[in-house]
């Protein structure tokens, strides 16, 4: 079988030299793709889509992709426990969980996957064919499979809310790019954004803040109140559906910093016990929780013990960013911590309070993540390290054999403005310039030996919103960026720009269809550097 096929780029190559422009054009590129001659299949609306084991999982998908095609394709598709059908659904065990083989014949089509969420990435791919040619589709085989097991977008719902309907939203477009987890970012200095039982006043006074600063961190505020949280019902609905679309919800609790809507709701959990106020201005704040005392192990464990029975993923993420340790250096029971645990220093207490934590997840079956900063005070090797502040922590952190997951800055942070003119031509952005040829020459493996390649776990695209309002302008900021990212994920090294470029045009018109917004400087060439 394998001798039949070839690397879908150089198959593209040979194609595009031979003048022919209408290859399959997909996006990330699938590992194989052959054409094969005949005249096509036509998925017109008498088909069915079979599964022939029943299998309840796949008998969702199979509804989940009649709703798609309905939609995208005008195409009323029948999904039935069936052995005959024109789109037909299978498992294939000797395939890897998230491989996937898709097969165009003159008799129908048949995705085959090594679990549910290969089959859906077949479905993925199979949408996007649709959408270059319509329902009469080119007899072809693909076989493909992910590089990296974690291909992740993370939203900060935080500095702005977005309701459950957004987020669906949000889901719906990593699921079209084929990636996996939704690190959900829920507390934060302007807001906490996730029902606590235990804590009901984290609702009342930790989701709202009084006003919002004007402009970019100027002196002026809104004088509008402005406030949202997620009750756990709410919070089960988004996981049930992200799980439907084969992507597990990663949440952060942030911790020790970014602390000041739990502070102002509970003044105990501070190190001097008053002043504090959910935060209406952008930055990071010195209000932190106390490392000394007992009651803020105590609350942030009841916390997570919440947060555990609402989120079945295997990873939790304890934020430890930006921690100042002004307050632990001034506070009697900090610095009463730091004897007795004969720490050296309010950094190695950093790294007390993260182990403290961490060690209660692992003891709950569960594992950490951190960003980077964790890494400063000594670390555990179960923790994994997102790298944000470039890769360089993701570099140290798989040398001395931790899990990473790339997300550095320089890359990956679409809150960043796509052109070097930002005034003239773009909705706003938090600062600097990421153009999308800038995100698509991320390498994950950076500096990396073959032996510290093993522990990258893959790449994320994050999406911070002091300054998105609306969920028109997170689209703008994710969309063409996070497909560059999902190519990144998919494929890692096999990447080509130019190609891309012209694989890009087919996505754009799905975009268009399902009526999402994105940025059109990648397309037009406006994100090129100004003369
Ligand atoms: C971060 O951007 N503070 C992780
Ligand atoms: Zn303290």
Redesign the pocket.
């Known amino acids: 079988m394998k001798n039949l096929l070839f690397p879908a780029l150089a198959l593209i190559a040979v194609l595009s030299a031979s003048g022919a422009d209408n290859s399959p054009a997909l996006v990330p590129a699938p590992q194989y793709l052959v054409c094969d001659s005949g005249s096509g299949f036509d998925l017109c609306d008498a088909s069915r889509i079979a599964v022939p084991s029943g299998d309840r999982v796949l008998m969702q998908t199979a509804e989940y992709m009649a709703r798609e095609l309905s939609q995208e394709n005008k195409l009323t598709l029948k999904p039935a426990k069936s052995s005959v059908g024109e789109l037909l659904l299978a498992k294939d065990p000797s395939l890897g969980d998230e491989a996937y083989r898709l097969r165009i014949a003159s008799e129908g089509i048949r995705i085959e996957g090594g679990s549910p969420a290969g089959v859906f990435y077949g479905f993925q791919t199979l949408r996007q064919l649709l959408a270059q040619y319509g329902t009469t589709l080119p007899l072809m085989r693909i076989e493909d499979a992910p590089a990296f097991a974690y291909r992740g977008a993370m939203l900060d719902c935080c500095r702005h809310f977005f309701t459950v309907e957004e987020v669906k939203a949000f889901l719906d477009l990593l699921a079209l790019h084929k990636i996996n987890r939704f690190h959900w970012h829920l507390t934060d200095d302007q807001g906490w954004r996730i029902e606590i039982r235990r804590y009901p006043e984290l609702m009342k006074i930790g989701s709202v803040r009084s006003e919002t600063v004007l402009g970019h961190n100027t002196s002026a505020c809104d004088g509008v109140p402005y406030g949202g949280y997620y009750t756990q019902a709410e919070i089960r609905e988004v996981v049930a559906y992200a799980s439907s679309r084969f992507i597990e919800v990663i949440p952060e609790i942030e911790m020790p910093g970014h602390a000041s809507a739990a502070l102002a709701t509970y003044p105990w959990l501070g190190c001097t016990g008053s002043g504090y106020k959910v935060q209406t201005r952008w930055g990071v704040f010195p209000e932190v929780f106390c490392a000394g005392k007992e009651s803020t192990f105590e609350f942030l464990q009841q916390v997570l013990a919440e947060v555990i029975e609402l989120f079945p993923s295997k990873y939790i993420h304890l934020g430890g ?2 921690c100042p340790k002004t307050s632990w250096k001034e506070c009697p029971s900090c610095q009463q911590r730091i004897r007795d645990e004969h720490l050296k220093n309010e950094n190695e207490l950093q790294s007390y309070f993260v182990l403290r934590m961490e060690r209660w997840l692992n003891e709950h079956g569960r594992n950490m993540i951190g ?1 980077d900063e964790i890494l400063e005070g000594g670390i555990s090797k179960s923790a994994t390290i997102m790298s ?1 502040r470039g890769s360089s922590g993701g570099i140290a952190a798989a040398r001395a054999g931790n899990k990473v997951i790339m997300t550095p ?1 320089t890359h990956c942070y679409l809150d960043y403005y796509q052109t070097s003119d930002p005034q003239r031509l773009e909705p706003w952005g938090i600062g600097g310039y990421l153009p999308l040829s800038k995100t698509y020459s991320l390498d994950p493996y950076d500096r990396l030996t073959e032996d510290e390649r093993s522990y990258i776990l893959g790449v994320q695209g994050n999406i ?1 919103t002091e300054y998105i309002v609306s969920l028109a302008h997170v689209q703008h900021m994710a969309l063409p960026r996070l497909a560059a990212l999902s190519e990144i994920g998919w494929t890692c090294e096999r990447r080509d720009l130019e190609d891309f470029r012209r694989r890009m045009e087919v996505l754009r018109t799905l975009y268009d269809r399902k009526g999402w917004r994105y940025a059109p400087y990648f397309f037009d060439g406006t994100d090129a550097p100004k003369p």
């Open positions: 960013d930006e960003w944000w800055n911070w």
